[in-house]
């Protein structure tokens, strides 16, 4: 698995970020418009998989490969919207909330409570 690219990630949040605000958008506006920018995102991911099912009759088929693009433009646009959330810990704090995610759901990442013996 390769790591994230967050000088790239930090990058994009920043041209997003100059660019909103010659438009005069203050910062918490910007932060609803970059999560409101995830939902479409995942609404182009769902229509992919749609394509890829071939359940929609009007609009025939797609490949996956259709459906992947769109899936990790889902986690680019998430990954940005934290980087201008979160400029100055961003990667931390995912780091943190991953750990948070494994130990609820891995059995393997969970700690125990008291140290062993």
């Known amino acids: 698995m390769s790591g994230i690219d967050w000088e790239t990630i930090t990058q ?3 041209r ?3 660019h909103d605000t010659e438009l005069g958008l203050g910062a918490e506006e910007q932060w609803t418009l970059q999560v409101l920018k995830i ?3 995942t609404g182009e991911a769902s229509q992919a998989v749609i394509g890829a099912r071939g359940t929609n009759p009007r609009k025939g088929t797609s ?3 259709e459906a992947h693009a769109e ?3 889902v986690v680019i646009t998430g990954l940005v919207a ?3 959330m979160r400029p100055h810990d961003a990667a931390d704090y995912l ?3 991953l750990a948070a995610k494994a130990a609820k759901f ?3 990442a969970r700690r125990p409570s008291t140290p062993p013996n």
């Open 12 to 14: 994009l949040a920043r």
């Open 16 to 18: 997003f970020e100059a």
């Open 82 to 84: 934290l980087a201008r």
């Open 71 to 73: 899936v990790a433009d």
């Open 95 to 97: 780091d943190q909330q």
């Open 63 to 65: 490949p996956w490969d």
């Open 106 to 108: 891995l059995p393997s």
């Open 39 to 41: 939902a479409e995102e």
